[in-house]
């Protein structure tokens, strides 16, 4: 079983950078492929980001692609989403994902096993 626990959001002006965190606890960091999805208010869980257990492949939903960066830190078991010229539509809970997998990054929701509880993004205008 894995543990996993976001930090870092908060309010931030349109235009600023925030960098969300993701720590892991548990079983073996490095069997796990990671993804970083969002839920607005009254929109469905979209896909954000996801790596593979190495962190050397990156996928990107074409909406943040160009701004956000996604990496891992297999050492710490720590996932980091760095999020740069924000918008307003980027507000919302983003939440890291895992699944064991020595594959490709993966991007269907439905695929990921284990949720942290989320970190409330707010992108003011």
């Known amino acids: 079983q894995v543990q996993l626990v976001e930090s870092g959001g908060g309010l931030v002006q349109a235009g600023g950078s925030l960098r969300l965190s993701c720590a892991a606890s548990g079983r073996t960091f490095t069997n796990y492929a990671m993804g970083w999805f969002r839920q607005a208010p009254g929109k469905e869980r979209e896909f954000v980001a996801a790596?593979?257990?190495?962190?050397?492949?990156?996928y990107y939903a074409a909406s943040v692609k160009g701004r956000f960066t996604s990496s891992r830190d297999n050492a710490k078991k720590t996932v980091y989403l760095q999020m740069n010229s924000l918008k307003p539509e980027d507000t919302a809970v983003y939440y890291c994902?895992?699944?064991?997998?020595?594959?490709?990054?993966?991007?269907?929701?439905?695929?990921?096993?284990?949720w942290g509880q989320g970190t409330q993004v707010t992108v003011s205008s």
């Open positions: 790596l593979d257990w190495s962190g050397s492949i990156t």
């Open positions: 994902a895992a699944v064991q997998s020595f594959g490709g990054p993966v991007v269907a929701g439905t695929d990921y096993n284990y």
